[in-house]
């Protein structure tokens, strides 16, 4: 539960057109679609992910850390986690149990014959967008537990995109759709003041201080 009381003293310390910015911001930020990385092995490419996930308004992303967990531990550049929330598993088994207990469906992004099409892809549920490592792409962990595939047309040469790449199309593309639908996509009330504390408490400079002479007063 937030302290509307306290959120108002804090978002005193901001200015004006940060305030906005954050309303702004809020009410296009979605959770009806996540996205998931499973061991992406060069750590550009997952913070390209994670950026691409803050441009076009998803709030959520999930990480497995399974075999390069301490790469990403190390090397994760914490710039990019600021404005969306990422949760890191160490298995892929279990980021699936909890996006599926979550209510969302698992869709793998993959270039194999029988995915869908992104331009014939309409995420009328809650989707789970999967992307995997740079050379072997996802795992048999989420092709077996997939409800569908989804692939991005192409008509070079070349046969696949830099993950990173692939991810951001992928992203905007089923973003923008969603934010055109007539879904029930925005974050609710709640979510938008926990998302304003949180991102008003990364604002301010020894906010822990702050906080704790206002309780003290």
């Known amino acids: 539960m937030v302290d509307l009381e306290l ?7 901001l200015t ?18 996540t996205v998931a ?5 060069q750590m550009h490419n997952t ?9 076009f308004g998803v709030q959520e992303v999930h990480v497995v850390e399974d075999r390069f967990a301490k790469k990403l531990d190390k ?4 710039g990019a986690e600021k404005w969306v929330d990422v949760h890191k598993y160490r298995n892929t088994s279990d980021c699936i149990t909890t996006l599926k207990q979550q209510g969302y469906q ?3 992004t993959t270039p194999h014959e029988d995915s869908t099409l992104l331009p014939d892809f309409f995420p009328e549920k809650k989707s789970a967008l999967f992307f995997g490592t740079e050379k072997e792409g996802l795992s048999e962990v989420v092709m077996r537990q997939a409800d569908a595939c989804l ?5 070079g040469f070349s046969e696949s995109l830099n993950v990173s790449v692939a991810a951001a199309i992928i992203i905007q593309d089923v973003a923008h759709k969603v934010r055109a639908s007539q879904l029930d996509w925005r974050l609710t009330e709640t979510e ?23 309780y003290a007063d």
């Not at 090397?75 to 914490?78: G, R, S, T």
């Open 37 to 41: 990385i499973e061991d992406v092995f």
């Open 151 to 155: 692939k991005i047309p192409m008509v």
């Open 75 to 78: 090397n994760i550049a914490m």
């Open 47 to 55: 913070s390209a992910i994670i950026r691409s996930c803050d441009v």
């Open 106 to 108: 698992i869709i793998a």
């Open 7 to 13: 959120l108002d003293y804090l978002e005193g310390y």
């Open 16 to 33: 004006e057109e940060r305030k906005q910015r954050f309303l702004e911001v809020l009410q296009l930020r979605t959770k009806h679609i």
């Open 192 to 214: 938008i003041l926990e998302k304003r504390m949180n991102w008003t408490q990364k604002s301010i400079q020894h906010v822990k201080g702050i906080i704790k002479r206002y």
